[in-house]
């Protein structure tokens, strides 16, 4: 297959790449197998995040990506190569260009690691984007209007919240708090109430059956298993959704301070926009039930989940691969 331009997603939970006219063609974990007697890269994606919790001494499952930041370089460059190599075949002719999405709040040192990453992967060049700019891309709003609009992307490792207008990022803030603190917080909350330990993808699949940001009147209830901390002997437990909605208060606080930081620094003329049209709610944590109640329920203002929330980001960067030459004088950097 010839493809020459790339689009990823470089997520903290998951990474998604995006093929102009083709659309989303992986969607798979930020996971990665590693052997650590001789350090070599067994499994990614997929195949790897079968084997979190349930591996040998000798390999580890992990994500080198950690909110929102490389945490092991050489990790994520064999996890890029990984999705380049699947999407454009080993043996390939050309060298894709490549475009990456990045936290609004990362350091220029990170954003470098990030592009030497992806040329060593494999890429002829490689550009980075902050990734609000391309939740609210992919969302369908016309950035290059004289007028705010706000995106709350709220991904497995960050929250990026971002005022927009005019093309360029007017006010952001960035908060390390996602679908992975969520998970954490309902994994320990499970432990301290019931004595309970839950692995990570069980804390998550608790989050996407019964999560939800605002306390229901009907209940939802689940059946939970894991391992008794007194007896060590598998144990199940019922948990209802309130009890899931406690457990999520410290961080869903965390994000909406965010938001409220966002607002705050906002000029009065894109504030009323904003008041007028509401927020747009992107990225995997808009999956989690009502939270888009919740906010405009604490800030006031509307707030929407964009269609297909979870691929805003991905399908971003296939609209700014398909206008490279506009973007490039606004946006865009390979720096």
Same mark, same amino acid.
């Given at each position: 297959?010839?493809?020459?331009?790339?689009?990823?997603?470089?997520?903290? &939970? $998951?990474?998604?790449?995006?093929?102009?006219?083709?659309?989303?063609?992986?969607?798979?974990?930020?996971?990665?197998?590693?052997?650590?007697?001789?350090?070599?890269?067994?499994?990614?994606?997929?195949? &790897?995040?079968?084997?979190?919790?349930?591996?040998?001494?000798?390999?580890?499952? @992990? #994500?080198?990506?950690?909110?929102?930041?490389? *945490?092991? @370089?050489?990790?994520? %460059? /064999?996890?890029?190569?990984?999705?380049?190599?699947?999407?454009?075949?080993?043996?390939?002719?050309?060298?894709?260009?490549?475009?990456?999405?990045?936290?609004?709040?990362?350091?220029?040192?990170?954003?470098?690691?990030?592009?030497?990453? *992806?040329?060593?992967?494999? &890429?002829?060049?490689? @550009?980075?984007?902050?990734?609000?700019?391309? &939740?609210?891309?992919?969302?369908?709003?016309?950035?290059?209007?004289?007028?705010?609009?706000?995106?709350?992307?709220? +991904?497995?490792?960050?929250?990026?919240?971002?005022?927009?207008?005019?093309?360029?990022?007017?006010?952001?803030?960035?908060? #390390?708090?996602?679908? $992975? #603190?969520?998970?954490?917080?309902?994994?320990?909350?499970?432990?301290?109430?019931?004595?309970?330990?839950?692995?990570?993808?069980?804390?998550?699949?608790?989050?996407?059956?019964?999560?939800?940001?605002?306390?229901?009147?009907?209940?939802?209830?689940?059946?939970?298993?894991?391992?008794?901390?007194?007896?060590?002997?598998?144990?199940?437990?019922?948990?209802?959704? $309130? %009890?899931?909605?406690? /457990? =999520?208060?410290?961080?869903?606080?965390?994000?909406?301070? *965010?938001?409220?930081?966002? =607002?705050?620094?906002?000029?009065? !003329?894109?504030?009323?926009?904003?008041?007028?049209?509401?927020?747009?709610?992107?990225?995997?944590? *808009? =999956?989690?039930?009502?939270?888009?109640?919740?906010?405009?329920?604490?800030?006031?203002?509307?707030?929407?989940?964009? !269609?297909?929330?979870?691929?805003?980001?991905?399908?971003?960067? +296939?609209?700014? =691969?398909? $206008?490279?030459?506009?973007?490039?004088?606004?946006?865009?950097?390979?720096?």
């Amino acid at each position: 297959m010839l493809v020459k331009k790339i689009g990823i997603d470089l997520g903290t &939970a $998951n990474t998604l790449v995006f093929i102009p006219g083709k659309g989303v063609v992986v969607n798979e974990p930020s996971v990665v197998a590693v052997d650590i007697n001789d350090n070599k890269v067994l499994a990614v994606g997929d195949e &790897a995040k079968e084997m979190i919790g349930r591996t040998p001494d000798n390999i580890v499952a @992990y #994500r080198p990506l950690k909110d929102g930041a490389i *945490a092991d @370089y050489r990790v994520t %460059e /064999a996890m890029l190569k990984y999705f380049i190599d699947k999407v454009s075949g080993r043996m390939r002719f050309i060298r894709p260009e490549v475009m990456i999405s990045i936290p609004a709040g990362v350091t220029s040192t990170e954003k470098r690691a990030v592009v030497d990453a *992806a040329m060593r992967a494999g &890429a002829k060049i490689a @550009y980075v984007i902050k990734e609000p700019m391309l &939740a609210i891309i992919g969302a369908g709003v016309p950035i290059h209007e004289a007028q705010g609009n706000m995106i709350i992307n709220i +991904g497995g490792g960050t929250s990026e919240i971002a005022v927009v207008s005019l093309g360029g990022i007017v006010a952001s803030n960035s908060a #390390r708090v996602g679908g $992975n #603190r969520f998970d954490q917080a309902i994994s320990d909350y499970i432990k301290r109430k019931y004595s309970l330990a839950i692995g990570e993808q069980t804390a998550e699949e608790v989050k996407k059956t019964i999560g939800s940001a605002l306390a229901q009147v009907k209940e939802e209830k689940m059946d939970v298993c894991g391992r008794d901390l007194m007896g060590g002997l598998p144990k199940t437990v019922e948990v209802t959704s $309130n %009890e899931i909605t406690e /457990a =999520l208060q410290d961080e869903l606080r965390e994000v909406i301070n *965010a938001i409220k930081k966002v =607002l705050q620094g906002t000029p009065p !003329e894109l504030a009323a926009d904003i008041m007028d049209k509401g927020t747009i709610l992107s990225g995997g944590g *808009a =999956l989690l039930k009502n939270l888009d109640q919740l906010i405009t329920k604490t800030i006031g203002v509307p707030c929407y989940i964009a !269609e297909d929330p979870l691929q805003c980001v991905a399908k971003g960067t +296939g609209q700014v =691969l398909d $206008n490279l030459d506009i973007y490039k004088r606004t946006i865009l950097t390979n720096k």
